[in-house]
């Protein structure tokens, strides 16, 4: 197998992600057209997030900031010193060191399936907190992972800040929430980040903001299934739209054709008709009620929660 320096991407003979064609060939064969959200998230997709969270209409990354920097003496005080901090899909996360600096961890664990972005993370975290002991894991958290060593003896907290499980179906919502406490173990907190039920025109402004950052940030899927998998979809035919689900209380993102439209991926034959789409995300919003709910049935008890002064965002620390 070829490999592009990231131990967990399987190429083919022709350099192609094999888990991408899969994924992509199998959404797009359903009756409702459908693409897993983590394929959004290349490079282009990665930038285009981190523009999204500049946006006056995005108000998640703002309102989880806003909390992490004003109740630092609360979590501080709520959580306690000397544990293991072990962070859920670190990415570049700007919002650790404003956990890290309130509750005196002992060390840091970032767990990334992107082993570039997971190192030059780690290293600037340990640049900013001299004495802290870093232990990065390159590593897809949906399974167990195993912690290192050193962390073995120390209690931990995990951290999935961002409402990224409300990416998730309940179901898998549930199995990662499992999964996330036999990595951790007996003993263990876990801070997580949900997002809030709110009104529609507020949730739909969100997703679909003024500037079109959102609408390019759908699309460059298209594009990128066109790069990789050599599609020919007519990504300017398909229009960005975000809906919102009362019944399931989620943002869908879909593609939309606006025509009857045909195209080719990995040498396979589509068609979309007019008014069809492809689903490319669920962000599932949540209430005290129906978060507490799930973090239960993934086998946490919630003991605390936090909100930005617009009662728009959540964190919750649970137990193991
Ligand atoms: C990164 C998954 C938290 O659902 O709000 C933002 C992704 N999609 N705008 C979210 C996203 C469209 C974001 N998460």
New binding site residues.
């Given amino acids: 197998t070829t490999n592009k320096g990231l131990a967990l991407v399987d190429l083919d003979e022709d350099g192609v992600d094999r888990a991408f064609r899969a994924d992509v060939l199998e959404g797009l064969a359903q009756a409702q057209k459908a693409v897993p959200a983590r394929w959004l998230y290349d490079d282009a997709g990665s930038q285009l ?1 981190e523009d ?1 969270t500049q946006l006056k209409e ?1 108000y ?1 990354t703002r309102a989880e900031t806003e909390i992490l920097t004003d109740r630092g003496s609360e979590f501080a005080d709520a959580i306690g010193p000397g544990r293991a901090v072990v962070e859920f899909g670190s990415g570049s996360s700007v919002k650790t060191p404003l956990l890290l600096r309130c509750i005196e961890p002992a060390a840091y664990v970032p767990l990334d399936i992107a082993g570039d972005f997971l190192r030059a993370a780690a290293a600037d975290l340990s640049a900013k907190f001299p004495g802290l002991p870093v232990h990065p894991v390159e590593a897809d958290f949906v399974r167990r992972v195993e912690l290192p060593g050193e962390v073995a003896d120390m209690p931990k907290l995990g951290f999935f800040p ?3 499980i ?2 998730m179906v309940p179901r898998t919502a549930v199995d990662l929430l499992r999964t996330m406490r036999e990595t951790l173990g007996e003993g263990s907190k876990l801070l997580i980040g949900m997002d809030l039920i709110k009104s529609r025109k507020v949730l739909k402004a969100a ?1 679909d903001d003024a500037k079109g950052v ?1 609408a390019e ?1 759908n699309r460059n899927l298209a594009r990128r299934i066109n790069r990789e998998l050599g599609g020919t979809i007519p990504v300017d035919a398909l229009r960005h739209e975000a809906r919102w689900s009362d019944d399931l209380a989620r943002i869908e ?1 879909h593609l939309v054709a606006d025509d009857d439209m045909e195209f080719e991926v990995a040498g396979r034959r589509f068609a979309l008709a007019s008014g069809e789409s492809i689903h490319t ?1 669920n ?1 599932h919003k949540f209430s005290r009620r129906s978060g507490n709910t799930l973090l239960l049935a993934g086998g946490w008890t919630p003991v605390r929660r936090w909100l930005d002064r617009k009662e728009r965002f959540s964190l919750i620390l649970a137990e193991a």
């Fill in positions: 997030f999204i995005y998640p961002g409402s990224t409300g990416n997703y959102t940030f993102m995300e962000s």
